[in-house]
Every structure is written in C-alpha cells, then in structure tokens.
C-alpha cells in the first residue's frame, strides 16, 4: 500500500482547495466487486487463465492498520470459470464477518453459493445454495439468492424461487447467521439493497422502499416520487437515486421527504453516511459511458464536490464514518485494478473547498 500517485485527480475550485491524501492497494486482475463496514474494505479479485492461472479471492484490506487478508479458499478459487456466470455477483462486510454469493452457470442451468467467512482469513464455507433450470437466455426456473447486505453485526440476504413461467411464487428476507433464519417472508421483502446495522432497506419491483427492523419487523414504507434505480440508508437518512438523475432524500424514521437534487447522468453506485451521500458517474463529455467520477453531496445543503476522476473503470463506491472506498477495476488495459481510500477529513475537506 502506498501514498495514490497518477491514479487520482481531485477537483480543486480554488487555489487553496485541499487535496485528500488517499491510500491505495494495487491487485493483479480486474476486480469485481466491493463492499466496506468501517474501516474494513472488502473486494474480489477476478480469476485469470495464465500459466499458473490464478484463483478468484476475495480479500479484506484495511489501510488504518496497513493490514491485507485473503478470506477465500478453494471454493472460491473457480468462481469465474462457468461460461454464463457471474462469479462473485455480490459481496458484504460486517464486522468481523465478510459473506459472498457466487453464480456460476451453463446454457441450461444457473446457481448461486452463499459463501461466509471470517476477516481473520480463509476460514470459508458455503452457507446455502440455489439452483435453477431452464433457459439463461429465457425463463428459469427454481431458487435464488441475492439481495446480499452487510453491516455492523447484520449480514442479510434475500432467498426467492420462481416457477416455469419465471414469476416468484415464493420468497423471504433471511438473517446470516451460523445458518439462514428468516426475518420476513413475501415479495415485499425483496431485493434488500442497503442496512446501517439497524434497518434494511428493500427496493421492491413496484417502486416502493421497505424499510425493515434488522429483526424483521416492517417499520414502514415510502414510495419515491421519482422511478428509484438505487436505495441507501443510513442513520436518519434513506437516499433513493432515480432513474430520471435525481437524488431524493428521506428521514428514515418518518418517511417524510427532504430534499431532492439533480445529479450527473447515468450516477450509480450510491451510497450514505455521516450526512453526506456519494455516487459515480461518468465523465460529463461521455453521459453514457464508464463510470470514471466520485462525487460527494451533502444531504442537507445539496452541495455536490468531484473527489476523484479516475481511469476507466470505476467497479463501485462505498462510504463509511471512517471515509471513502472506490475500485478500479484496473488503471489501463492490461494494467492492474486498485482500491483507493480517502480518509473522512479529506472528503471533508473538498466538499468545504470553493
């Protein structure tokens, strides 16, 4: 891990704008998928086929303590080698525990394999499964696993099942435990896309936003005003980011609308805490391609800085009271990814510089 050189460029509006001070770890392969609880950074790291090839891993960095630890094993190590699936599709962390959900796959069939580990190292193990047959091009048919959150002492996931003509005839949020407990049962309760520890944020196929007690209980609902794309909660806040480019807020607790915003074309990758919320984009001369630009907003002022562009591509963007995450899935072509951390005060920092 070493002081980030070329990789990062920070918007300065003014001569005196002070320059975050980022950390950066450097991996060899593209990484695919990110996830961070405080200053723990979760990431996978896609397989390769040289001589030797090289697994899929799943590490936890954690750049306060300079520490790096691989928490996969071999289970893990053949998660891109199916022709249609996705490998490690999604990735939490939560405390000392860190989960992944692997989806490997032919023409004809697809699975997913819950795998949990600790972040002391590769003590992994496969929690559950889901399969499904059919057509991956079509209608498949059987069971699901997705909807992966993590944080604090919570880790979640969403386990459905779909029938021959590909509706979902069953399904229920479940707790991640020592084994899968359920927490709330129906569609309502499904995809679950953000928790704080405390609540779970479900984006539902008709639009509405669940928000659930981590102990399943339904506190209650909100129904954005635009078409949401994205959801986050944190604290006293549950942001949507919309497919119309807007950023709406809401007080998690009553469901009363706060504020709503513009945001770049095309954002992604939302996420909240500490009263500001970031995403990524692309660059304003490309709105339809890569996202290469971290932005941070306020929640209660709407002031909106660039913290970083980088080179393509951006695989995601996490914030935490400890600071900000961003993958690259890597620097250039045939160059390696890195994980990039920007620690609070410097986030601060920019969103104060003119």
Known sequence: ????????????????????????????????????DGSRIAYDVA???????????????????????????????????????????ELALAGGRVAWIVNQGGNSESGDHLYVSTVA?????????AFRTGSVDGILTGNWLGGLVGAGSFLGVDHW???????????????????????????D??????????????????????????DGALL??????????EIAVRGDYLAVLTKASTLEVYNAHSGRR??????????????????????????PSTPGGPPRVVHVRRLKSGRDR????????????????????????RFLPGRPGAVVFVPMRSVVRTLRAR
């Open 1 to 36: 891990m070493v002081a980030l050189g070329a990789l990062l460029v920070v918007a300065a509006d003014g001569a005196g704008a002070a320059k975050p001070r980022p950390l950066q770890t450097r991996v060899v392969g593209e990484i695919e998928a990110l996830a961070m």
């Open 220 to 229: 209650r609902t909100v129904t954005p005003k635009g078409a949401p794309k």
């Open 121 to 129: 190292g590769r003590h992994e193990r496969v929690l559950a499964t």
């Open 258 to 283: 706060l504020k709503a915003w513009r945001v770049a074309r095309s954002a992604q990758s939302l996420d909240v805490s500490s009263g500001l919320a970031t995403y990524a984009a692309p660059l």
């Open 47 to 89: 397989g390769g086929y040289g001589t030797p090839p090289r697994c899929n891993a799943v590490y936890v960095w954690n750049p306060m303590r300079h520490t790096t630890t691989r928490v996969s094993g071999r289970g893990t190590c053949g998660a891109d080698n199916t022709s249609t699936g996705a490998g490690v599709r």
């Open 306 to 329: 660039v913290l970083a562009t980088t080179p393509p591509e951006l695989v995601g963007v996490r914030l935490e009271p400890a600071g900000l995450a961003y993958a690259v899935s």
């Open 161 to 187: 099942a779909t029938d021959s003509t590909g509706a979902v005839n069953s399904a229920r949020l479940q707790r991640i435990g020592t084994r899968l407990g359920d927490l709330a049962p129906g569609t």
């Open 189 to 214: 309760a499904m995809l679950a896309e953000s928790t704080d520890g405390r609540l779970v944020a479900v984006l539902r196929e008709n639009g509405s936003v669940g928000l659930y007690s981590t």
